[in-house]
């Protein structure tokens, strides 16, 4: 995106340099990285970078209004409602397309947004190792704000672990080491000391909960949460007898799972902004736009872009059974920003912030970037393409 800085990477790039950076990037954890990583980063102009933020600074504002529990109330799914929800999420991302506008330039889109963690530790250790191997302007970062290494780690070990000791602090997911994204819980554990632990691993006494660690049962008092509740449904009966995290525990989340819900697709209807595409919940439509191809149709309850419908048709919309958990978005332009040595990539840019106890707002603190040559982003869009898959964003400062 800074067109200078993308010409002396291009001209800097090799390929036998792109796999000795890889090599060194596996090393640390060899295997644990089951995703594709983009042979390049993505430098973005601080101008471009504000216009994010400023936008997610105005999503924020509506997350603090004293309504927005309520507004927000019907997105958790009956069954999944977790008990002892605090009055912040811990941890939010911001989904931005780098898109085209009517004028032909540049501007961000939000395309989702998420209650939830993610990468947050992968994006420490991998933008570190790139540095190594390419040359990296010292005035652009992957941290936002005025954040450091130094002064992220300790607010994502304060975000986490809190007060406690961390044998007392849990990762906790579906078969962590399992999941492609396990290289990130083991950046955790490396930088924060918690230990990933599969939920089939806990133990419940009365209303408290254990895990062994080294042979010894040993009480759990904080939960970092990455299980998708969508995800520990399908998976219910292959997994045996479960503690039933939604019931009153003795323990603490970050952040708690009912701010998945919260902050979601099912938010998007309520903003109005210059870079939030119009958004409506398909049951609250009096009348279907007539340029329906210009929007995409997707479902509240699910994740990873599962049941999303592209090219929308009235046969579609007529499909749907239940409308209230659907809703119908305007499409954007994604821009062909990238240039790679065959066609141009799109770009997608997720802001991550952190929200620590008694902070009235969340701190916008680092990112991660996705590249794609399909026609969304994702893994199963970009099979057998190169300069595509996870990245990271380099902010001017």
Request: with cysteine; net charge negative.
């Amino acid at each position: 995106m800074e067109t200078g800085l993308r010409k002396a990477f291009k001209e800097e790039f090799s390929e036998s340099k792109y796999y000795s950076f890889l090599e060194s990037l596996n090393s640390k954890h060899p295997g644990a990285i089951e995703f594709r990583i983009a042979e390049t980063p993505v430098f973005i102009p601080q101008l471009f970078g504000n216009k994010m933020l400023e936008t997610c600074e105005s999503i924020v504002d509506f997350i603090k209004d004293p309504a927005f529990k309520s507004l927000t109330e019907r997105s958790i799914l009956p069954g999944e409602k977790v008990a002892n929800e605090n009055d912040h999420p811990h941890m939010i991302a911001f989904d931005f397309g780098v898109c085209t506008n009517e004028m032909g330039e540049l501007e961000p889109q939000l395309i989702e947004m998420q209650g939830f963690p993610t990468l947050y530790a992968f994006q420490v250790y991998y933008p570190g190792v790139l540095r190594e191997f390419f040359d990296i302007p010292d005035n652009y970062s992957q941290y936002l704000g005025d954040y450091t290494e130094q002064s992220y780690l300790m607010d994502l070990q304060e975000v986490i672990v809190g007060r406690h000791k961390t044998e007392n602090v849990i990762l906790l997911e579906i078969k962590p080491h399992e999941q492609k994204t396990k290289i990130d819980f083991y950046c955790t554990q490396d930088y924060l000391g918690i230990k990933p632990v599969c939920i089939t691993e806990l133990i419940l006494e009365g209303k408290q909960l254990f895990y062994m660690l080294n042979g010894k049962k040993t009480r759990v008092l904080r939960i970092y949460n990455r299980i998708i509740f969508d995800d520990l449904s399908a998976r219910q009966a292959t997994l045996g007898n479960l503690v039933d995290i939604t019931q009153d525990l003795e323990v603490e989340w970050v952040p708690h799972p009912n701010w998945f819900y919260r902050i979601s697709k099912f938010t998007l209807p309520f903003i109005q902004h210059p870079y939030v595409p119009e958004t409506f919940f398909l049951n609250e439509i009096k009348q279907l736009p007539g340029d329906l191809h210009n929007y995409v149709l997707k479902p509240l309850f699910s994740f990873a872009g599962q049941g999303v419908v592209i090219d929308v048709t009235i046969e579609d919309i007529d499909g749907i059974k239940d409308p209230e958990n659907w809703i119908l978005q305007r499409k954007v332009q994604y821009a062909d920003v990238i240039e790679t040595p065959d066609i141009p990539a799109k770009v997608e840019i997720r802001l991550m912030y952190l929200w620590k106890d008694g902070e009235k707002r969340p701190r916008a603190a680092i990112n991660l970037v996705r590249l794609s040559k399909g026609k969304m982003i994702g893994v199963r869009y970009n099979k057998d393409k190169e300069w595509v898959g996870g990245s990271v964003g380099f902010f001017e400062r």
